[in-house]
């Protein structure tokens, strides 16, 4: 993996522009509406404000000390990027764009990317049907190109998930200071980047993941113990983790499971709704 390279601020122009993580954030929560979404976007003058700082040098300087002293240490680090804060409703972030993607992916939030070095941040921008619904995944729903865009080091480029999806064109790697709501959608859809058609759909958050991998353990356990937890988290609001809490309780009481099925007809997601009629036809049909 390429390391981090801390980018270089000048004294003059770290006492020009000093503006801390600890201080941002702190804006943030003052300004930043959850309930009201576009509340998001008056962020944008303090954000740039931040990305011309030396906020980004101090964090990454502070965490390269901290993991030399301290071969143990771990710090708030995924594989390309480092989280600086996470807040009621938003995140603070500094990634590493390494390389293009092979799909085009969908984006379940609103968020400001800046890039950090001397090099721009290209992309192209697609837009969504109108009829496009998140949380159920349609292989027939098309995205349309807009054309492509870039975004000068120290300038900010607004994206908005839920009418665009955004392309990257890595041909090197890229810090990148993201700032970003909490997920609005469920799921995070694929494009094919040629025919412009949906491929498939993955979890926007992992927390949902980590349900129903939890249930799927529980149900090949089968332990009555995880009846209760199970047959709870079929009313989770993430339509993937109810099936997978339902299928988890069909390894371990076909009562409990029939129950949740019958239930599950009625579900508002259509393709909970099939599955279940069609698990509870199978069912039937062996009785």
Not at 17 to 36: G, H, I, K, P, Q
Not at 171 to 181: A, I
Not at 257 to 268: M, N, V, W
Request: aromatic letters at 10%.
């Amino acid at each position: 993996m390429t390391a981090f390279a801390s980018p270089a601020v000048s004294p003059e122009r770290a006492d020009a522009t000093d503006f801390s993580v600890a201080e941002f954030c702190d804006l943030v929560d003052r300004e930043f509406d959850r309930a009201r979404l576009s509340s998001f976007w008056s962020l944008e003058t303090a954000f740039e404000r931040l990305v011309n700082s030396a906020a980004a040098a101090r964090a990454l300087n502070t965490e390269l000390h901290k993991l030399v002293r301290n071969p143990s240490y771990m710090g708030d680090w995924r594989p390309n990027q480092l989280l600086l804060h996470r807040g009621r409703g938003f995140a603070l972030s500094i990634w590493l764009f390494e390389q293009s993607r092979q799909y085009a992916h969908t984006m379940p939030f609103y968020g400001m990317y800046a890039p950090m070095s001397s090099q721009a941040l290209s992309y192209t921008r697609y837009e969504l049907p109108e009829d496009y619904r998140n949380e159920v995944f349609d292989p027939r729903v098309r995205i349309q190109p807009l054309g492509p865009g870039s975004v000068a080091p120290g300038q900010v480029l607004k994206l908005e998930g839920d009418r665009y999806v955004y392309d990257f064109h890595i041909d090197k790697p890229v810090p990148v200071f993201k700032l970003t709501t909490a997920p609005f959608h469920s799921m995070e859809w694929l494009f094919n980047k040629n025919t412009g058609y949906a491929w498939q759909a993955n979890d926007s958050e992992l927390t949902a993941t980590q349900l129903r991998v939890a249930a799927y353990i529980l149900g090949k356990l089968a332990d009555p113990s995880s009846v209760e937890p199970l047959s709870q988290l079929t009313r989770h609001a993430h339509h993937s983790v109810r099936w997978a809490a339902i299928q988890g309780l069909g390894r371990i009481s076909r009562s409990a499971a029939i129950g949740k099925l019958e239930q599950a007809t009625l579900d508002p997601h259509p393709h909970i709704q099939r599955a279940a009629d069609k698990m509870l036809q199978q069912i039937r049909n062996k009785s």
